[in-house]
Structures are given as structure tokens and as C-alpha cells.
């Protein structure tokens, strides 16, 4: 049900949810040593809801930041009331309005001896150097590009219908970034090249590997969703280009080769493995694992050789396709590995570097 809700409010555009503060401190206690001395660019937040604005907000000074820049599309479509700002004859936070701020330092404002969001809260209201107005709010924007190119390290979550075009961007611009997406967008043809070259890289996930996003959206918010105003969404991820120790670490390979247990691919000279847990220790050929593998990928354990999918046949180099054996099935609908006739489901194709000799 949720999945469903999602893919109506992408073909909506209606795929604007929040994350919450938990899932963000959960994620980025991973990175406090990249963020340190540097520009955060929070792109796609704005600073009535965003957790991700007053994460970085509450923690500038313990981050030891640079500066803080935040920037939203044509303002939000959740009422909030946490930072109301006075905007003279307005009652209520405006909307359709873009805003940006930029923040170069937090201080005890109130002197209350505690920097918190009420000092934040202080801040946007009686600096008018922060807060200002944008003409569309737009990351596509020539405005919020200037932004962009001022950033050293992006981190958001950015709409999940336009994600293509968002990570694009970054890669054009060279960005170090923190995002979430679909974890099944590794695979879109525009992203996986820098997965295999080793560019891009899945953090640490969420919590059982789903999300809970407040959602402003009636249609997407259900009973199903099992947290009230909010929507649950399987098979997210944070896509990063930061180191993390998690990048570091083997998976530990306890099962053997058996050609019962992992029969070959009718199209593909690789072995089928259903799971990332049953990768045989011992096979030094290539093997189709889930996408889910990602999760766990070592680039020093394994390398990643291309996808058996359905753009595979499309959008595989010609080498490539010679090298893992690829022959056209009447099943695999341009390129799904197929294994008795059977297609499969998405299939990473892989070598382990080290197999072991039994």
C-alpha cells in the first residue's frame, strides 16, 4: 500500500515528504568529520519544516560549519508552527514562497545560556542578512545553482520524481552529497556507471530498511501507513560519495559453491544467487546477486561488473556484454537474468576478488 501511495504522488508531483529528525541523526552521526569547516547546502528544505535545517542549525557550532545554506520550492505544504516568523501584515507563515538562508554563525541570542531552535527562531527574525526571498526556489534555478556552486557537501531529500535530474546535477557540479532516494534509482542507467566506477555508494539505511515521511498529502497518509500523518515507504536509502567505514567491511561468506544450489542463468554465464547472504565463498566466476547487495558492497571484497536487468541489453557496453555472456532470451524483457526458463527479479552482476580455495 505504501509503495502504491508513493508512485500516485510521483505521477502527481506530489512527492514532497519530510524526514524525520530521528532517521537524520540516525544516518548523519556517521559524518560529522566531513562536515566540519565546511558549506552545507540543504537545497530542498524549507525552514519552517525542515528537520534537516535544524539539525544543521541546532549542531553548527558543535560541527564547527562554515556556513549554513538552506533553500525551498515555493514554500511548504505543511502548516507549521515551530519557527513562525512576523512578516508584517501576515497572520500565518506565508506560502508559495521561496525562501533561502544562510547562516554563518549560531549564538546564545536569548541569554539563556543554552544555544537552541528558540536562539534559531530569534535569529530569522531579526537578521534580515539570513532569511530573504527567492525568486522561484527552484535547484534548477540559476539563483540556487550560485548556491550550489558555493556548497562543499549537499545534504537533503530530494523530490523522488525529479531525482534523475537532481543527482545529475551534483555530478555536474563535482558536489559531495548525503541524499535519499528510492534504493531502486542505483540501478537507473544514469546513476549505475558511477556505482561501478565507484562514485557513488549507499550510506547506512534506515531502520529495517523503510522510512516513515510526514506526508502533507491525504491520499498518501493512511490507516496502512501505521503512524498517523505520516507515510511509510519501503526500499529507501541514502545515497552518498562520503567515506564511511561501513564502505570497509567484508561480508562474511559462509556458504560453498554447489552447482545444485546455484544453478547458471540461461542468458548470462553467471550463477544465480537468491540471496546476499548465500554468496558462495569459493566461486571465482561471476554471480547475480540482489540489489539489496549494494547495501553491503566492499569494493576491495567484490567487483561490480554491470546489472542483469531490463535496461541491461540497452544500456550495457558492447564489452560488457560479451564479458558476462549475455545472450538474448525470450524471457528476459531486455536483459532480466533468467534461470529455467524463469525471469528473475533485478540481478547485480559480480566477482568476489578473493575467492576462497577449499
Known amino acids: 500500500m505504501a509503495n502504491k501511495n508513493l508512485n500516485a504522488a510521483k505521477t502527481a508531483k506530489k512527492d514532497e515528504f519530510y524526514t524525520q529528525m530521528s532517521d537524520i541523526e540516525r544516518e548523519l552521526q556517521h559524518y560529522w568529520q566531513h562536515f566540519r569547516g565546511k558549506t552545507i547546502l540543504c537545497n530542498c528544505d524549507d525552514p ?125 557540479y563535482k558536489k559531495k552529497f548525503l541524499i535519499i532516494g528510492n534504493q531502486g534509482a542505483i540501478i537507473y542507467k544514469e546513476i549505475f556507471p558511477y556505482v561501478i566506477s565507484n562514485k557513488v555508494w549507499l550510506g547506512y539505511g534506515f531502520k529495517g530498511g523503510a522510512a516513515h515521511f510526514v506526508s502533507p498529502y491525504e491520499d498518501t497518509a493512511t490507516a496502512a501507513d501505521h503512524k498517523e500523518g505520516m507515510i511509510r515507504v519501503s526500499g529507501v536509502h541514502w545515497f552518498t560519495n562520503l567515506e564511511i567505514p561501513k564502505r570497509n567491511e567484508d561480508i562474511d561468506l559462509v556458504c560453498k559453491y554447489s552447482p545444485e544450489d546455484y544453478p547458471f542463468f540461461d542468458n548470462y554465464n553467471a550463477i544465480n544467487v537468491g540471496k546476499t547472504q548465500d554468496i558462495p565463498c569459493d566461486f571465482d566466476g561471476i554471480m547475480g546477486v540482489p540489489i539489496t547487495f549494494l547495501d553491503k558492497y566492499n569494493p576491495n571484497q567484490f567487483e561490480i561488473i554491470w546489472q542483469a536487468s531490463g535496461n541491461t541489453r540497452a544500456s550495457a557496453p558492447k564489452d560488457v556484454l560479451e564479458r558476462v555472456g549475455y545472450q538474448i532470451h525470450p524471457e528476459d524483457r531486455g536483459g532480466c537474468g533468467v534461470v529455467n526458463s524463469k525471469r528473475q527479479y533485478s540481478r547485480i552482476l559480480i566477482r568476489n576478488k578473493h575467492p576462497k580455495k577449499l
Open 48 to 172: 519552517y519544516e525542515s528537520n534537516f535545517f535544524k539539525y544543521f542549525a541546532l549542531r553548527f557550532n558543535q560541527l564547527g560549519l562554515k556556513k549554513l545554506i538552506c533553500t525551498c520550492y515555493n514554500g511548504s505544504p505543511v502548516q507549521g508552527d515551530e519557527l513562525m516568523i512576523d512578516w508584517g501584515d501576515f497572520t500565518e507563515e506565508p506560502k508559495k514562497i521561496a525562501y533561502k538562508v544562510e547562516i554563518t554563525e549560531v549564538r546564545d541570542m536569548n541569554g539563556d545560556g543554552a544555544v537552541d531552535l528558540s536562539d534559531v527562531q530569534y535569529l530569522l527574525q531579526n537578521d534580515k542578512n539570513v532569511l530573504s526571498i527567492l525568486k522561484t526556489g527552484d535547484f534548477r534555478d540559476p539563483e540556487c545553482i550560485e548556491l550550489l556552486k558555493q556548497a562543499d557537501v549537499v545534504v537533503t531529500n530530494p523530490p523522488f520524481s525529479l531525482f534523475r535530474e537532481y543527482f545529475a546535477q551534483l555530478m555536474e
